[in-house]
């Protein structure tokens, strides 16, 4: 069964260093995702990305955060320079539609010492 | 703001017992409500409720959407200690976005 996979399964960085979450989604699936969950908190949209470009953004995807798809099969989410604050699991996932069931990865843990 | 809430926080049963779990929301533009179980990582998909009133039924999982009380439930009947885990509510509005609950965590003792 086709999954999204996300690279690494875990990072530990120091503050104001650049993070690079790597995600493959699902081959045909169209519209991609990153959504966060801080430890023992809710999961939380960051942002949405078709045809090449953002659809969507939380407030929580600051000037920090950028992605990218640099070919046709990874999706990148890139913390510019990490805060404390931003330690949490980060999760891809993608959709052929838009909406409705979304396919997650097995997420990517960030430490922020 | 858009809000999804979920209660119980947390719950604790036995084998064999039956389990509802609620859901309610308020969002604008409301497109669907999801089900989603998540025991380590990934969340994984239960149910997509559209309709109100239809029931959606994966063996000993159900689940029902009320758009006049803004709600849903899951159901899950004869449980087994295999159900343990945290299932959250997702409701899909505008903007191609999910707005999830903090989830409840079920665990089911042998």
């Known amino acids: 069964e086709p999954e999204v996979t996300q690279t690494p399964s875990h990072q530990v960085t120091q503050m104001g260093q650049e993070v690079i979450l790597r995600c493959v989604p699902i081959s045909n699936h169209l519209y991609f995702y990153w959504y966060r969950q801080i430890l023992g908190q809710k999961v939380e949209f960051l942002v949405s990305?078709?045809?090449?470009?953002?659809?969507?953004k939380s407030e929580i995807f600051d000037d920090q955060f950028s992605v990218e798809r640099p070919d046709g099969s990874n999706f990148t989410l890139k913390i510019r320079s990490t805060k404390l604050e931003d330690s949490a699991m980060y999760f891809c996932?993608?959709?052929?539609?838009?909406?409705?069931?979304?396919?997650f990865g097995e997420g990517s843990r960030l430490t922020v010492l | 703001e858009d809000k999804v809430v979920q209660s119980p926080l947390s719950l604790v049963v036995h084998e064999g017992d039956t389990v509802t779990l609620n859901c309610s929301y308020e969002?604008?533009?409301?497109?669907?409500l999801l089900w989603y179980k998540q025991e380590k990582k990934a969340p994984t998909f239960l149910f997509m409720l559209?309709?109100?009133?239809i029931e959606k039924k994966s063996g000993r999982l159900s689940s029902i959407l009320d758009k006049k009380e803004l709600s849903s439930i899951l159901n899950i009947t004869a449980t087994q200690t295999g159900d343990s885990a945290i299932y959250l509510c997702a409701v899909d509005h505008a903007g191609n976005m999910l707005t999830f609950g903090g989830g409840t965590r079920l665990m089911v003792k042998p």
């Open positions: 559209t309709s109100s009133g």
């Open positions: 996932a993608s959709n052929s539609q838009g909406s409705g069931e979304l396919f």
């Open positions: 969002v604008t533009n409301f497109r669907s």
């Open positions: 990305f078709y045809n090449n470009e953002i659809s969507e």
